[in-house]
C-alpha cells in the first residue's frame, strides 16, 4: 500500500494551489505594482463553493432602513445612520453567520465570494461596508 | 462477561509490556523512593489548551495526579443571559463554544429553546441535522486520530488521517457555506437546504470514506508501533467509567454501551437504530484503555458513514423550517414561556443545554451548559494512575479533551483558592431560585 501511494504521489501534481504566486516576491509592492501594470500575474485561489458566506455586499438603493439586520446580528456588526437610514458595517466584527442576508426584506444584502480580508487596519476602506 | 485485566502481570495477552515495566522501573534503586511533583500547565507545549495537571511520580511512574481548571472560563452562559441578546443572537453564541462540536451545541441548544417554546421542527430538517451532525462526527474524530498519532510521535499516521479528513470538511463547506461553523440549524429547522445537485457530492465523499476506512483501521489497529504505546495505557476499566459518568468514546471503550442517540433518541435518530459501539463490534474484549478508545472512534466513522447513507436514502420531502419569517420567530419566542432541555451526541459524548424562557422577555431567564468533556475530565484520575511520564500526552488525549467548552469559574481570593461545599451550592441555588420566581 505504502509503494502504490508513494508512486502515485510522485506522479501526482502536489495540492497545494501557488496563491497568489509560485513564490515569495522579494517586494510585496513591486510585486502588486508589476500587477497592476500585466507585467505579472496572480495564481487565482481555489474556487470556493456556491453558498460560501464571504464578506457580505451591500445594496444601498434597495435598503429600506428596517433595522432587522441589526436585530438579529450576534456580533454588533451593523450600524445604524438615521439621517440616511441606511447602515454600515464594520467587518472587522463579522463572524459570517449570514443571518442578515436571509433576513434582509429586500434582498439588499448579499453574500459575496471575497474572504481575503486580512488587514492592519479595522477601519480600512476594505472593512467598512456602507 | 470476563473482562480482563491489563495490569495483571499473568495476562497472556500483554506479557511483553509488563516485563518492560518491570525492567525499567523495578529495582530498588536509590532515588526510586522519592516522590517528585511534576507541573506542567497551564501554558505548556504538549498542552493544546489552558489546564494544569500537577504530577506526581516515583521515578517513571505516576503515583498521583491533580487536575486544575479554570484558566480558560469564557463565561458565554453569562453573555447569553445578561447582554440583551435575543435568541437568534444567543445561537451563534452557542456555536462558538466548541470549534469542533460547532453543529453539536446549537443543535442541543435550538431542541432546548423549540421544547421551552413549544416549535416542531419539519421532518427534512431533522434529517439535515441528522447529516450535517453526522458529517461533523467524522470530521471529529479523524482530527482526534490524527492528533493522537501525534501524540504518540506518529507523525505519518497524523498527516495521512488529516489529508483524508478534508474530504468531509469539503463537503460540509458545500452544505453549509463554511469549513467550521456551518451555521445550519435555527429554532424550528434548518438555514440551508441540500439541493438535488449537492447529493451527488455527498454520495461520492461516501464513497471515499468507505474505501479508506479499511486502510485507515488497518494503519491504526494493525500497527505494531501504535498497538505498542497503547495497549494497556490509560486503563479506564468499566466500573470506574460507570462511577466517574464518563460519557462518549470515553464510556464506550470502556465496555458501556452509552449512548444519547441510542438510549433517548432525539430529532430523526430513532428512524436510524443507532446501537451503541464498543470495542467488542470488532471482536475485542472491551478494557477501556488507548487502543480501545482508536477503536471505538474509528469504528464510529462507519456508523456515520451508515447512518448518512439511510438518511439521504429516505430524505422526507417538504418544508425545512417552521418559521421561514425570522421577525414571525422572534415574536413567538418573545411570547413563549417554559423551560427546556436538549441534548445531543457529540463527537466527544452527551451535550446538555438547559434554557428557561420568560414571557415579554427576548432574552435568556436561564442558560446552563454541559459540554462533554465535564463529565469526562473525572476519568483522568483513573487513566493517569500508575502509567508512566511518556505516556501524558496521548492519555491526556484519548478522552478528547475540549477545555475551554466545559471550563467553570474559579474562585481565587485573597491568593487562596476557594472551593464551594455541598452545603455552600444547596443555598446558592435555593437563593436563585427565590429570585426567579421573585
Redesign the interface.
Known amino acids: 500500500?505504502i509503494l502504490k501511494t508513494l508512486i502515485s504521489q510522485l506522479l501526482s501534481r502536489p495540492a497545494t494551489n501557488q496563491f497568489p504566486t509560485k513564490y515569495m516576491p522579494r517586494s510585496v509592492t513591486k510585486f502588486l505594482t508589476r500587477v497592476q501594470a500585466g507585467e505579472d500575474k496572480v495564481h487565482p485561489p481555489v474556487q470556493?463553493?456556491a453558498?460560501?458566506?464571504g464578506k457580505i455586499g451591500y445594496d444601498r438603493e434597495k435598503c429600506i432602513g428596517c433595522q432587522?439586520c441589526i436585530?438579529?446580528?450576534?456580533?454588533k456588526v451593523i450600524e445604524f445612520k438615521p439621517e440616511t437610514k441606511k447602515i454600515r458595517m464594520h467587518v472587522a466584527r463579522c463572524?459570517?453567520?449570514?443571518?442578515c442576508v436571509?433576513?434582509c426584506p429586500t434582498a439588499a444584502l448579499s453574500?459575496t465570494a471575497e474572504f481575503l480580508l486580512a488587514d492592519t487596519d479595522r477601519g480600512s476602506k476594505n472593512l467598512i461596508v456602507e | 462477561m470476563s473482562e480482563r485485566n491489563p495490569k495483571d502481570p499473568e495476562n497472556p495477552v500483554l506479557p511483553g509490556v509488563e516485563e518492560e515495566r518491570e525492567v525499567t522501573l523495578g529495582g530498588p534503586e536509590r532515588g526510586l523512593a522519592e516522590v517528585f511533583e511534576v507541573p506542567i500547565g497551564p501554558i505548556h507545549p504538549a498542552l493544546k489548551e489552558p489546564i494544569r495537571l500537577t504530577f506526581r511520580v516515583r521515578g517513571e511512574r505516576i503515583v498521583g495526579v491533580q487536575i486544575r481548571t479554570g484558566f480558560a472560563h469564557r463565561g458565554i452562559e453569562f453573555m447569553g443571559m445578561r447582554q440583551g441578546r435575543n435568541l437568534v443572537q444567543v445561537l451563534y453564541l452557542s456555536e462558538r463554544i466548541c470549534g469542533i462540536c460547532s453543529v453539536s451545541h446549537p443543535i442541543a441548544f435550538t431542541q432546548a429553546v423549540e421544547r421551552a417554546a413549544g416549535i416542531e421542527v419539519p421532518p427534512r430538517a431533522q434529517y439535515i441535522r441528522v447529516i450535517i451532525s453526522e458529517l461533523e462526527r467524522i470530521h471529529s474524530h479523524l482530527l482526534w486520530a490524527g492528533v493522537a498519532a501525534h501524540e504518540l510521535g506518529f507523525d505519518t499516521l497524523l498527516h495521512l488521517t488529516w489529508r483524508v479528513r478534508e474530504k468531509v470538511l469539503d463537503i460540509l463547506e458545500e452544505l453549509s457555506g463554511n469549513r467550521i461553523n456551518y451555521a445550519i440549524p435555527i429554532f424550528g429547522g434548518v438555514r440551508r437546504d441540500i439541493t438535488p445537485e449537492q447529493y451527488p457530492k455527498v454520495w461520492e465523499a461516501i464513497r471515499y470514506y468507505r474505501g479508506l476506512l479499511e486502510q485507515l483501521l488497518d494503519a491504526f489497529l494493525r500497527d505494531p508501533t501504535v498497538e505498542a504505546r497503547t495497549r494497556g495505557v490509560g486503563v479506564l476499566e468499566r466500573k470506574e467509567a460507570e462511577g466517574l459518568c464518563a460519557v462518549g468514546p470515553t464510556a464506550r471503550a470502556s465496555g458501556l454501551r452509552k449512548d444519547v442517540r441510542q438510549d433517548r433518541p432525539y430529532l430523526a435518530y430513532s428512524d436510524f437504530q443507532v446501537r451503541a459501539i464498543t470495542p467488542k463490534d470488532y471482536g475485542l474484549t472491551p478494557v477501556g484503555d488507548v487502543y480501545d478508545k482508536i477503536v471505538v472512534r474509528l469504528l464510529e466513522v462507519g456508523q456515520s458513514l451508515d447512518i448518512i447513507e439511510k438518511a439521504l436514502e429516505n430524505m422526507p420531502e417538504g418544508e425545512i423550517t417552521s418559521f421561514p419569517k425570522i421577525p414571525a420567530l422572534l415574536a413567538h419566542l418573545k411570547k413563549a414561556e417554559g423551560e427546556g432541555l436538549g441534548w445531543h451526541e457529540a463527537p466527544r459524548g452527551e451535550v446538555i443545554h438547559y434554557v428557561r424562557l420568560a414571557a415579554g422577555d427576548e432574552s435568556l431567564l436561564v442558560w446552563k451548559v454541559k459540554a462533554p468533556t465535564y463529565s469526562n475530565l473525572l476519568s483522568w484520575y483513573p487513566m493517569f494512575e500508575d502509567q508512566e511520564i511518556a505516556d501524558i500526552p496521548i492519555i491526556a488525549a484519548c478522552i478528547d479533551p475540549c477545555i475551554c467548552c466545559m471550563d467553570r469559574v474559579y474562585i481565587v481570593r485573597d491568593g487562596k483558592e476557594e472551593a464551594w461545599t455541598k452545603e455552600g451550592l444547596l443555598r446558592l441555588s435555593w437563593e436563585k431560585t427565590r429570585r426567579l420566581q421573585r
Open positions: 500500500m470556493v463553493p453558498r460560501f458566506r432587522l436585530r438579529v446580528c450576534p456580533a463572524t459570517f453567520c449570514a443571518q436571509d433576513v453574500l
